[in-house]
């Protein structure tokens, strides 16, 4: 198959305002890197705004322009995933479309992989501009609450920008789950990856599309996809209730044979109260774990396309 040398990557929601700023950085950006033969590949995440008219009018003009149109929000991961998927370069970088990560970095990205042999350059975030302190306060605290309890090491303040070699992209392509936490996948996938430390900037245009109900589920699927410390958690804490108890019985056995019946009602209900509480709990904590393998064992596809948009030829998976 003739590859182009690269593929630039980039999921869409609800971005018709930086489109087409976006395509003049990233195609500037690209030909300066390795010239015309580049690919760039929009995927339009179900946006309900003019998204989709504006790539294919984009497409219309510019032949190293592929659009993909879902067919519904299948949200950030998937809708990356699927471009990934589609994509046929040999290096392939992924950036977000609010301009938020720069495009013009790609040069000085090609150069760290050149020199230090890796086959996966992330960006590490130096400086975040124009974003709430809430943002700020909880994308620390994820991302290390994320490195004590995960046992692949993933890297602190990094997203999704990133440069990777095919034979990276492969390897990650390989990995089959549903509840896709592409950052860790891609560290998971292993070979020589290194960080490449940037400024991030403000978005170019419309709002983050991150909600704190997003921010949530990609939490939980980021902890729950790397790690099992929950569960052992989980396991340690009856572990201890169970100790606790046998004291407990003890010192009621003990007053029932000196007579001394127990009286509180106070501590009757502190215990059940607690129990209560810890066992719904742990409860919660091993269903999100059962509700994701449900989701797996289904074995569905990950993203549907619904339209595609630009020269599309020799991409097998998308029948053309
Ligand atoms: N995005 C997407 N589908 C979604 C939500 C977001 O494709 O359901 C895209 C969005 O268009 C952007 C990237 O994912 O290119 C990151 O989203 P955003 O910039 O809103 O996140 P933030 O930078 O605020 O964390
Ligand atoms: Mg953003």
């Known amino acids: 198959m003739d590859r182009p040398k690269l593929s630039v990557v980039i999921p869409c929601y609800n971005e018709e305002a930086c489109l087409e700023m976006l395509h003049a950085r990233v195609s500037a950006a690209a030909k300066a890197a390795v010239g015309d033969d580049h690919e760039i590949v929009l995927i339009n995440d179900g946006s309900r705004d003019r998204s989709w008219e504006v790539m294919q009018r984009l497409a219309a003009a510019d032949p190293r322009l592929i659009c993909i149109n879902l067919s519904r929000n299948h949200g950030h991961q998937l809708a990356l995933t699927a471009g990934l998927d589609l ?119 419309g709002e983050s599309k991150y909600p704190l109900s997003k921010m949530i589920r990609f939490a939980l699927d980021a902890v729950t996809g790397f790690s099992t410390a929950p569960l052992r958690f989980a396991s340690h804490v009856g572990l201890a209730l169970t100790g606790a108890s046998v004291l407990l019985v003890l010192y009621i056995a003990f007053g029932w044979v000196t007579g001394r019946a127990i009286q509180g009602w106070t501590s009757t209900m502190l215990v059940v109260v607690v129990l209560g509480a810890v066992q ?33 030829k020799g991409h097998a998976r998308l029948g053309y």
């Open 280 to 312: 719904m709990f742990v409860l919660g904590m091993i269903g999100e774990y059962l509700g994701r393998l449900y989701v797996e064992s289904k074995r569905r596809p990950l993203y549907i396309v619904a339209d595609v948009a630009g020269p599309v």
């Open 87 to 205: 994509c046929s370069g040999d290096q392939i970088l992924i950036i977000d479309a609010d301009l938020q990560d720069p495009p013009e970095l790609l040069t000085d990205m090609r150069a760290t992989m050149a020199e230090q042999g890796a086959d996966v350059v992330y960006a590490v975030r130096r400086k975040r501009d124009g974003e709430s302190v809430f943002k700020l306060a909880t994308a620390a605290a994820f991302y290390r609450v994320l490195d004590k309890v995960t046992d692949t090491p993933i890297p602190l303040d990094t997203g999704d920008f990133r440069l990777m070699t095919r034979r990276a992209l492969d390897a990650f392509l390989a990995l089959p789950e549903q509840a896709r936490f592409i950052r860790g996948m891609v560290a998971w996938v292993g070979f020589r990856q290194v960080p490449f430390l940037y400024d991030r900037q403000e978005r170019h245009a």
